[in-house]
């Protein structure tokens, strides 16, 4: 271990967004690492000056920086962090857990992987049945230099059991080294932009700047070739000068399709900020289509999308999926707005989050061919996912705010995404403290008739915590702490959730802050 490396413990909150910036919206914003749209400084406030990592590890986790003058970025102030105890260094590694092998009864094997600094762990996502990755938002180069903080994408492959960072196939870096632009936030699954017979894979920085326009955001494609995938080969492309703003936070969810069948695929690219300025202010979000071609991706918009009523702070496009829902093999659109408001008669009497479908087969842009709704300010498509219960397809979505500690509510395709309230996942109410949310969701297939679910949240326990619960002949457990978790989790385990399609399911801690 190099000994120059530098102690840090900043929280998510801390190093990317100006957290103590006010927001004049009812809701508080579910995702620490979005900009807030009336914020003045969206962008990334850098280090912590009156955490102190080393004498208190946990406080200095736990602590958020609500200090937006602080310039503790400068050379001076890293230099100025205390070393109290010099008989051992500790590096915000951040880190992942592996959980593979389960058995019928729930139970798995894990294994740890500690990442390079920058919140490794933060996102995890799946990009084809051969690769998947795990993106460290923070990264530096050189490694925990906060001020050279490009993030990076580590591409892992299936059939390779991952037992440390080397394991990476590709690692890939924001092609200008723009620091401070939440590289790898969000990644697409692998499509041929191009057209050239090489997947490709666009990949999010939402908190980037263009301009003067601070997390306006854009997104990154790379080019694949023979070789695989490299930072020399790849484009940019961000919204056009008729849509793009301060704090749109583009590229925060991607999904890619041929959408026109022109055999180059396109990309769709939400920003729950973006869209056109609303009278009085703010934007409702907005989804934006960015069309693949030989040439690469186009490097603005063709068209957008844009939920039905017109009021700020609904938040669409924070989330979105493209799959074949209903199983007719043809794609479907799902976008989630977290804020998203309900066009009721008599006015808009709800706004607690909600999914747009855009079914396959029809035109996008004509509006939405169904759209579901839950419980009012529950925040409700803070999180959507695709899973599978007893072989059935369902689309999945959080709503942190439903309840104590946020449920998980399952939406069945074929039955006009009617709820399946029998298999509401809920935590009991007993166990932690209100502050305690759920953050991110997966589930795993344990046996013919068994599904596990497992959800996670940073702030339950001491560290963060995963609970579990089975549906097994359609009928769900009660929601416990999983078995397989490590006895004192640390570092926000829990983070994030999922299932990478190999039979793991793999758990982020990125706040981890590793002894050596
Ligand atoms: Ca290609
Ligand atoms: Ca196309
Ligand atoms: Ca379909």
Not at 58 to 70: F, I
Not at 84 to 105: A, C, H, M, R
Not at 315 to 343: C, H, N, Q, T
Request: aromatic share 10%; net charge negative.
């Amino acid at each position: 271990m190099p000994a120059l490396l530098k102690i840090l413990a900043i929280t998510l909150c801390a190093v990317l967004i100006a957290c103590g910036s006010s927001s004049n919206e009812e809701n508080e914003i579910p995702d620490e690492n979005i900009p807030a749209e009336d914020s003045d400084t969206a962008m990334p406030d850098e280090n912590d000056e009156d955490s102190n990592p080393v004498s208190d590890t946990d406080s200095a986790v736990e602590e958020n920086d609500e200090d937006e003058n602080s310039d503790a970025d400068s050379p001076e102030n890293d230099s100025e962090t205390p070393e109290e105890d010099s008989d051992y260094e500790e590096l915000q590694t951040g880190g992942i857990y592996i959980f593979s092998d389960f058995d019928k009864s729930g139970n798995a094997q894990s294994r740890e992987i500690l990442g390079n600094g920058g919140f490794f762990g933060f996102s995890i996502m799946t990009l084809s049945d051969k690769y998947w990755a795990v993106s460290a938002i923070h990264e530096s180069i050189p490694a925990f230099d906060w001020d050279k903080a490009t993030g990076k994408l580590y591409i892992f492959e299936k059939e390779k059991k991952i037992e440390k960072l080397e394991d990476a196939a590709f690692v890939l870096n924001h092609p200008d080294k723009s620091v401070n632009v939440g590289f790898g936030y969000a990644a697409t699954e692998l499509c041929d932009i191009n057209g050239d017979g090489f997947d490709d894979i666009a990949v999010s920085s939402h908190l980037a700047t263009f301009n003067n326009l601070s997390a306006a955001g854009e997104i990154v494609v790379f080019y694949g070739d023979a070789s695989g995938w490299k930072e020399e080969n790849s484009s940019i492309s961000r919204l056009s000068s008729e849509y793009i703003q301060k704090a749109d936070s583009m590229s925060q969810s991607l999904a890619c399709l041929d959408y026109d069948g022109d055999g180059f695929a396109d990309i769709f690219a939400g920003g729950q900020n973006a869209g056109p300025e609303l009278t009085g202010g703010g934007s409702q979000g907005m989804v934006a289509f960015f069309k693949g071609s030989a040439q690469g991706l186009s490097e603005h918009e063709s068209w957008v999308l844009l939920p039905e009523v017109e009021e700020k702070g609904q938040y669409f496009g924070s989330g979105m999926i493209i799959d074949d829902l209903d199983g007719d093999s043809k794609p479907d659109l799902a976008v989630a707005g977290w804020g998203l408001r309900e066009l009721r008669e008599g006015g808009y009497e709800h706004f607690g989050g909600g999914i747009y479908i855009y079914s396959g087969g029809t035109d996008w842009q004509k509006g939405a061919t169904h759209k579901i709704f839950w419980a009012d300010s529950s925040q409700f498509g803070s999180v959507i996912k695709t899973v599978e219960i007893g072989g059935k397809k369902y689309l999945a979505s959080l709503a942190p705010k439903d309840n104590l500690y946020g449920t998980i509510s399952f939406f069945d395709p074929l039955e006009n995404f009617e709820p399946r309230l029998d298999l509401l996942f809920l935590l009991p109410s007993y166990l932690y403290s209100d502050d305690n949310k759920i953050s991110d969701f997966d589930m795993i297939k344990l046996s013919d008739d068994t599904d596990l679910i497992i959800a996670g949240g940073k702030n339950f326990g001491d560290g963060g915590m995963i609970f579990c619960a089975t549906v097994k002949d359609g009928t769900i457990s009660e929601p416990k702490a999983c078995k397989f978790q490590p006895e004192t989790p640390e570092g926000g385990f829990g983070y994030s959730v999922k299932n990478i399609g190999n039979g793991e399911i793999v758990v982020g801690k990125p706040e981890y802050i590793h002894r050596f």
